[in-house]
Nanobody
Framework: VQLQASGGGLVQAGGSLRLSCAAS????????MGWFRQAPGTEREFVAA????????DYADSVKGRFTISRDNAKNTVYLQMNSLKPEDTAVYYC??????????????????WGQGTQVTVSS
C-alpha cells in the first residue's frame, strides 16, 4: 500500500483542520492506520490510530477530546479531524499503515508504510 497525506495548513488557535490520507492498493483493509506527528527538534510521536474496520480507535492523551480519527474503507482513506487546535499541535503530521496487532498501535516501529507528511501550523 502507498499513502498520500493532505489537508495541512495554517490555522489560528482554536480552529480546525481535517487531514486526509489516501491509500492505494487492494489490501488497504488489512491495515490498521495511524497518525503521528513530529515538531521541530522533537521525536515523532503517536497521535491516533484506527483498527482495520475502524471499530476501535485510540488517541494520545494530548489530543483526546479534540481530535477524531475515522476511516472510509470504501474510499481507502483515513481522516484526522482536528478541533480546538493549539500552538503546540504545530508539527508535520504523518499517516502510517500497520499489519501488526492492535495492542502495538502506538509504537512507531510496527508501522510498515508511511505517507510523506503534511505540515500543520497553529498560530497563537
Amino acid at each position: 500500500v502507498q499513502l498520500q497525506a493532505s489537508g495541512g495548513g495554517l490555522v489560528q488557535a482554536g480552529g480546525s483542520l481535517r487531514l486526509s490520507c489516501a491509500a492505494s492498493g487492494r489490501t488497504y483493509n488489512r491495515y490498521a492506520m495511524g497518525w503521528f506527528r513530529q515538531a521541530p527538534g522533537t521525536e515523532r510521536e503517536f497521535v491516533a490510530a484506527a483498527s482495520r474496520n475502524g471499530g476501535s480507535t485510540d488517541y494520545a492523551d494530548s489530543v483526546k477530546g479534540r481530535f477524531t480519527i475515522s476511516r472510509d474503507n470504501a474510499k481507502n482513506t483515513v481522516y484526522l479531524q482536528m478541533n480546538s487546535l493549539k500552538p503546540e499541535d504545530t508539527a508535520v503530521y504523518y499517516c502510517a499503515a500497520s499489519t501488526s496487532i492492535w495492542g502495538l498501535r502506538a509504537r512507531e516501529a510496527v508501522y510498515e508504510t508511511w505517507g510523506q507528511g503534511t505540515q500543520v501550523t497553529v498560530s497563537s
